[in-house]
């Protein structure tokens, strides 16, 4: 029979296939429940552009590229620090949005040979400690922001 060693922070333990899929399945329907953690802090990381390597832009929705270096290797990091991490990205709207980019992060996970985490993903901002995103600006004042796109 088929298994996976599901990694999720501290719980680790063989799943069958068809009790993984049920995870993931039930992962996409409801929000995890944050509980404290070592650091107990939530991390938003962007997909397109900090996950998901997205070097030709939008494509029509197409999940079309590898992932940034170090990306998911480095999701691993912040979970095994204690850190819940939240993928934020406009492909949350949907039903399947969600699904595509949950599933391309399941792809890449076994394909690099990393453990299997269930991340939420969204595209509603939730409090968080800090986010990560390709496209922000770190707000210190109002003249530095006009500054930019002056």
């Not at 030709?56 to 590898?66: A, M, P």
Request: aromatic share 12%; net charge negative; charged share 25%.
């Amino acid at each position: 029979m088929a298994s996976v060693v599901w990694d999720h922070g501290e719980e680790k333990r063989m799943l069958s296939i068809e009790e993984y899929e049920q995870l993931k399945r039930a992962a996409h329907v409801r929000r995890p429940q944050h509980s404290p953690t070592k650091r107990d802090g939530r991390v938003c990381i962007d997909f397109d552009g900090v996950i998901h390597r997205y070097r030709y832009g939008w494509q029509g929705g197409e999940l079309y590229d590898e992932p940034c270096n170090e990306a998911l290797e480095s999701l691993n990091k912040l979970v095994a620090a204690g850190f819940e991490v939240v993928i934020f990205t406009t492909r949350g709207g949907t039903p399947e949005g969600i699904q595509a980019v949950a599933e391309w992060i399941h792809y890449w996970q076994i394909k690099l040979g990393l453990p299997l985490h269930l991340y939420e993903i969204t595209n509603v901002k939730p409090p968080a400690i800090a986010y990560v995103d390709d496209r922000a600006i770190r707000f210190t004042n109002w003249t530095d922001v006009l500054r930019y796109f002056a």
